[in-house]
């Protein structure tokens, strides 16, 4: 099936500093990536939405300076966390549409836990 | 590496039972979750359950769970138009990394 990863799996970083999590789907093209946030035991808050080679859209209340999504190619999508502070602690998942396929069809990465100090 | 399987579309009726199915294969989940996804919106948490419990239920739905052939399915009671979108099944040993299936579309008739 298809795979998505993502890296780092956990990561843990000083309030101040940005932090860059990268999404990769392994054997497919993703024309869509998808970010997402989740908190313990709660449902996922879709962030933002990126297209290869376009800007990413994001969901209302996500400040796009601060959460930095790039999707250069159609294997690779990155957030950057820019200048984190302990309430950006959280579970982020991404997720992958695969091209020429139904879009409805997500393929998700194993989530990267941030900490931030 | 550990994966989460289910199909990608159940049509039903309303008024019908729906049952959505997922299989795993991390014997060590701890957690096992169902989300709800309507168009364009995140995930919304419906339910979970802990891998030590073989049934859950609240209201129309019904969590029923096979730790032995690491069976998980879901069971909405009759089922309404509104109930139509995406189900994922996800688990996750310890509520670490997650990983989750590819969705089931539930199309739900007149």
């Known amino acids: 099936g298809a795979v998505v990863s993502q890296h780092p799996s956990r990561v843990i970083c000083k309030s101040g500093t940005s932090v860059k999590i990268e999404c990769r789907s392994l054997?497919?093209?993703?024309?869509?990536m998808f970010w997402y946030r989740q908190f313990p035991k709660q449902s996922l808050m879709l962030m933002a939405t990126s297209n290869e080679g376009s800007k990413a859209t994001y969901e209302q209340g996500v400040e796009k300076d601060k959460f930095l999504i790039n999707h250069a190619s159609l294997t690779l999508s990155t957030l950057t966390v820019t200048s984190a502070h302990p309430e950006d602690s959280s579970f982020y998942i991404c997720?992958?549409?695969?091209?020429?396929?139904?879009?409805?069809?997500?393929?998700f990465g194993p989530g990267t836990r941030l900490t931030v100090l | 590496g550990e994966d989460v399987e289910q199909s990608l579309f159940l049509s039903v009726r309303e008024g019908d039972s729906s049952v959505i199915n997922c299989t795993y294969t991390?014997?060590?989940?701890?957690?096992l979750y169902w989300y709800k996804q309507e168009p364009g919106a995140g995930l919304q948490l419906l339910t979970y359950?802990?891998?030590?419990?073989d049934m859950k239920q609240d209201q129309r739905l019904t969590v029923l769970l096979n730790k032995k052939d690491k069976h998980l399915s879901l069971r909405i009671a009759d089922t309404q138009t509104g109930d139509s979108a995406i189900y994922f099944c996800a688990e996750s040993h310890n509520n670490n990394d997650m990983r989750f299936g590819a969705g089931t579309r539930l199309t739900v008739k007149p």
């Open positions: 054997d497919f093209q993703a024309t869509t």
């Open positions: 997720s992958a549409s695969e091209r020429g396929r139904n879009t409805d069809t997500q393929y």
């Open positions: 991390d014997s060590s989940s701890t957690y």
């Open positions: 359950i802990f891998s030590n419990m």
